[in-house]
Each structure stands twice: as C-alpha cells, then as structure tokens.
C-alpha cells in the first residue's frame, strides 16, 4: 500500500487523540492490519481498548458515552 502524507499524519492525530486502532482504520477507510503493520514502524502508539464494564443494574459505565462524544467531536471537525 502507498502511504501518502495526509493518511500518515490522520493516524498521527488520531492515536494522539486517544483513538484505538481499530477506531482510526475505521475513521481513515483502511484496513486494520495496514494500519498496525504502518504505525509499528513508525513507532505509533495508540490507546488500548477498554473492556465493556456493566453495572450491576446491566447498563454500560460513563465511558462508553465519552468515547461516542469523542468520535462525534472528530466527525464534526472533518
């Protein structure tokens, strides 16, 4: 695959944002394993995946409503 300058620094931002590799193959429109093979060499790191957690009532925890908040504040700037 051909990097081209905007894709490297879209995954630059993304993963400095907090965004998890899946999250940011999925905003950028490339596949998961480009993604992780580009960013190891390029020594990006990028935030790990949080496990569900539920409340004992069965609902999901405040994370999950930050994280949406999140992707909803990067879709908006795009």
Known sequence: ???T???ISGIRKLASEGFTRRETAD???ISY?????????LGIEFQKPLKNEYDSDGTH????????????????MI
Do not use: F, H, P
């Not at 394993?33 to 060499?41: F, H, I």
């Not at 925890?61 to 908006?76: A, F, G, N, P």
């Open 27 to 29: 905003k950028l429109g």
């Open 33 to 41: 394993d480009a993604l992780q093979g580009k960013a190891r060499r």
């Open 61 to 76: 925890d405040e994370w999950c409503d930050l994280r949406v908040d999140k992707i909803k504040q990067y879709t908006e």
């Open 1 to 3: 695959m051909q990097w």
């Open 5 to 7: 300058d905007e894709q």
